[in-house]
Each structure stands twice: as structure tokens, then as C-alpha cells.
């Protein structure tokens, strides 16, 4: 099992681009998760989905978009980048169900808009 | 809302020493209750969980008890490496919430000298 894949591993972009980042997870999850890591801070929800078609907003969504097509994918788009999105950006699934609640993380994406 | 604090690091230990990483947390009803270690350039892996007040979590020769009295989830070992140098976050989830997402410390960074 290949887990949860975050591509691409990191990126420059201008202020205002806009780009897609990439998080595909094998495990069947219905869960899917997009955090953002600040430096010397813990991780901070941005969007989430319980399951394909639905989606909804965490702590800090503005600037974000995202979709969910298929199970497997949940890809986070940043449509006029600012320099208060640079931050490394990690993508996690969950099972959801259970007591256990627990989430398997991808390996990021460090991101940085100048 | 739900909330977690844990200790203020950096955290510098020499190999072979006792650890101790303290974490409270704010919540309603029963969460769950999770150690994250982060090694650097990769994204967070489950140390340890607890899922209701008494049990121990452990792994690796980690060991975190829920303790509900107090609302706290210490993360103990007996004798650090200098492998375990990483950040590592203490974080809830509360099923009431619907999403089982996580709620985050800020992190404290570990580092074990030989």
C-alpha cells in the first residue's frame, strides 16, 4: 500500500498564480483531510470530506477550494496565491468509524509565494 | 471549543534520559486522545492513542495515560535515542464533532544529544 500521496513535494509561485495540490490516498478511507503547518505552530484544518461529493470548511478555508470526485482523490486548489499561504500542507485520511479516529498523513507539500 | 496545550520546547536531552512532554486539553464529552511524532522533511505518524479515560497508549517505549481528573495526556519514555529526535504533537479528536478531525498542540521539538 502506497498510503496517502501528496504531489507535488514543493513549490515556488508568484503572488497571484494558482495551482492544485494533489492528495490520492489507497486505503479506501472516507475520510480526507487538508491541514497547513505553519512554522512553530501545530496543524490547522483547512477543508474536509466525509466521504466523494461532500465537502465542507475547517478552521481556515479562505483562499482554498477543493473537490471530491472519487474516494480516492481530494485535491486543495489555491486560485490567487498570497505570501500568507506559504506553509507546508499536508493531506490525511481516516477510516471513520470506530472509536480510534485515526489519521494517516501524507509526506506534504511545502509551499511558498513571493 | 476543543483545545489542546502542550509543553513549550525546544527540549534538548541527552541519550539515555528520562521524558517527559506534558499536554492538557480543553473538550466536551470523551475524546480520543493522540501522540504524532514528526521526523524532519516527513509528514506526522500515530505514536501512540487512547480512546477513554485510564487506558495507556504505547509504543516504541512511548507511554501516554488518559487522565481524565486532570484532563491530561503526558507523553513518557524511559531512555530517549537519539532516533527519537522529532516534533511531537499532542492532538484530540472529539466524535461529537461528526468529522473526526484532529485538534493539534502546537508541538514540541525534541532533540537527543549522544
Known amino acids: 500500500n502506497a498510503g496517502v500521496t501528496q504531489t507535488p513535494k514543493f513549490r515556488i509561485l508568484k503572488i497571484g498564480q494558482s495551482m492544485t495540490l494533489q492528495c490520492t490516498q489507497d486505503m479506501n478511507h472516507n475520510y480526507m483531510y487538508w491541514y497547513r503547518q505553519d512554522p512553530g505552530m501545530g496543524l490547522k484544518l483547512i477543508y474536509y470530506?466525509?466521504?466523494?461529493?461532500?465537502?465542507d470548511k475547517g478552521e481556515v478555508p479562505n483562499g482554498y477550494n477543493v473537490s471530491r470526485s472519487t474516494t480516492e482523490d481530494f485535491p486543495l486548489r489555491l486560485e490567487l496565491a498570497a505570501p500568507s499561504q506559504t506553509s507546508v500542507y499536508f493531506c490525511a485520511s481516516s477510516l471513520g468509524q470506530g472509536r480510534s479516529y485515526e489519521q494517516y498523513f501524507g509526506p506534504g507539500t511545502r509551499l511558498t509565494v513571493t | 471549543g476543543n483545545s489542546v496545550t502542550q509543553m513549550e520546547g525546544p527540549v534538548t536531552l541527552s541519550e539515555e534520559a528520562f521524558l517527559t512532554i506534558n499536554c492538557t486539553y480543553t473538550?466536551?464529552?470523551?475524546?480520543?486522545l493522540f501522540w504524532y511524532v514528526q521526523y524532519p522533511g516527513e509528514g506526522l505518524q500515530l505514536l501512540l492513542k487512547a480512546t477513554k479515560a485510564d487506558d495507556k497508549g504505547s509504543n516504541k517505549g512511548f507511554e501516554a495515560t488518559y487522565r481524565k481528573e486532570t484532563t491530561s495526556f503526558h507523553l513518557e519514555k524511559g531512555s530517549v535515542q537519539v532516533s527519537d529526535s522529532a516534533v511531537y504533537f499532542c492532538?484530540?479528536?472529539?466524535?461529537?464533532?461528526?468529522?473526526?478531525?484532529?485538534?493539534f498542540g502546537k508541538g514540541t521539538k525534541l532533540s537527543v544529544i549522544p
Open positions: 492532538a484530540l479528536s472529539y466524535p461529537g464533532a461528526g468529522s473526526y478531525q484532529l485538534t
Open positions: 470530506s466525509v466521504g466523494a461529493g461532500i465537502t
Open positions: 473538550a466536551t464529552g470523551y475524546p480520543s
